[in-house]
């Protein structure tokens, strides 16, 4: 997870929050399911790619304080499609587990009333393959999951060693205290004291050369005297008394404070590892039993399968042996089979014959129906049929409809 922009930054703190419940009313796009804050960026746009897929792109500013609530970043990026898949793996998993244990299966099927659908008693061990195949897809997907999280934390426990190797070694250059305040001055007091011997001194040579020759001893040790305590003045006047105030190092202090923060952070990172390579030993042991199980519950479907296979050919055998015992007790040996039956790729009757022999039939007796059924009728339809059959003339006759 990286943010793309003027200068790349890394992500320094991520929220990843669950899918939310869909009955609070609420849809996809009103949902915050994640947010990143980023610290420290230049202004201009960035771009938060996750996994080489691009998610979001917003100013410095909203990354640096983004919104707690709204649809900052809602339902993008890789991280939820792998949670929407597994949140439907699980959904199906817990639909066959509960049709596999429904407790009308224990009424129906298998106790007084399996008279009624007891037929369907053979489905309920075939929800087990499919059950397990389910929690193995859904711990391999949690493996995964978790093998990436202990990846980034362990990459993260990295980055934390190198910056706490970068922070100490900026803080052994990095002195703990800062002078504010240098003052140069001459030391009045020593001055006054290196004068006022000096001054002794030249009294004492003088009542000395007033009683003695220069060459004498006690003499020349006060000219020795009188040299040092003008040197001593000479230096003193050269180098004046320096005064320092010094204060803590805000620096330093950062540093040291920093290099706390990452230590702790590391620690943290170390126990978030320890708890996450747990889980993954635990997930990939599941899975390994898992797949184990698949494997027996393979086998025995193919023991099945053979056994079945095996039952169906000890039938044939004992059929042919029936019939041969058979034919051998009516003493028929010489029966053979000319030529064996075959499916017929067409049927024996098609439709279309039924179609064109009925349509002819069928009109030949509407036909005769009808003549049958005109010669049948005994009304009087024309003023000659009544004259003829009654011997009556026919005086008026009414048209049929009145008219």
């Given amino acids: ?60 500013e909203t990354w640096m304080n983004p919104p707690l609530f709204g649809s900052f970043i809602a339902w993008k990026g890789p991280w939820l499609d792998q949670a929407e898949k597994l949140r439907q793996t699980i959904v199906e998993k817990n639909r066959l587990y509960f049709n596999r244990w429904r407790p009308q299966n224990e009424t129906y099927l298998f106790g007084f009333r399996k008279a009624e659908q007891g037929k369907n008693a053979v489905e309920i061990p075939q929800f087990d393959p499919l059950v397990e195949q389910l929690e193995k897809e859904i711990a391999l997907q949690r493996l995964n999951e978790f093998e990436a999280t202990l ?40 001055l006054q004291q290196l004068k006022s011997t000096l001054l002794t001194l030249e009294l004492r040579r003088t009542e000395l050369l007033s009683k003695f020759e220069p060459d004498y001893r006690p003499v020349q040790e006060i000219e020795k005297e009188i040299a040092q305590t003008q040197a001593t003045i000479a230096a003193e006047e050269k180098a004046p008394v320096r005064e320092e105030a010094t204060d803590q190092n805000s620096i330093y202090q950062w540093l040291n404070q920093e290099l706390a923060k990452a230590k702790a952070e590391r620690v943290s990172l170390q126990g978030r590892a320890a708890e996450t390579a747990q889980v993954v030993r635990t997930y990939r042991e599941k899975a390994m039993a898992l797949g184990q199980k698949a494997v027996g519950q393979q ?35 010489n029966v053979a089979i000319a030529e064996a039956a075959t499916v017929p790729a067409l049927p024996a009757t098609s439709p279309w014959l039924f179609v064109l022999l009925g349509g002819p039939v069928a009109a030949l007796l509407s036909v005769g129906a009808a003549f049958i059924a005109d010669f049948l009728d005994p009304t009087l339809r024309t003023a000659d049929e009544v004259e003829q059959l009654l011997n009556v003339s026919v005086l008026a006759a009414m048209p049929k409809g009145g008219r």
């Fill in 1 to 60: 997870m990286e943010l793309k922009g003027e200068t790349p930054q890394q992500v320094l703190e991520e929220c990843l929050f669950s899918p939310p419940d869909p009955d609070h009313g609420r849809t996809r796009e009103d949902q915050t399911d994640g947010i990143v804050i980023a610290k420290g960026l230049k202004p201009g746009r960035y771009t938060l790619v996750i996994d080489g897929k691009p998610v979001r792109t917003a100013d410095a």
């Fill in 151 to 190: 990846n980034q934390t362990q990459a993260a426990i990295v980055e934390s060693e190198k910056r706490i190797h970068a922070l100490g070694g900026q803080l052994a250059k990095t002195s703990p205290r800062l002078t504010t305040l240098v003052r140069t001055s001459d030391n009045p007091l020593l």
């Fill in 299 to 333: 086998e025995l479907m193919r023991d099945a399968k053979a056994a079945e296979g095996n039952y169906l050919l000890y039938l044939n055998k004992r059929e042919e042996a029936r019939i041969s015992d058979e034919l051998d007790r009516k003493r028929i040996v």
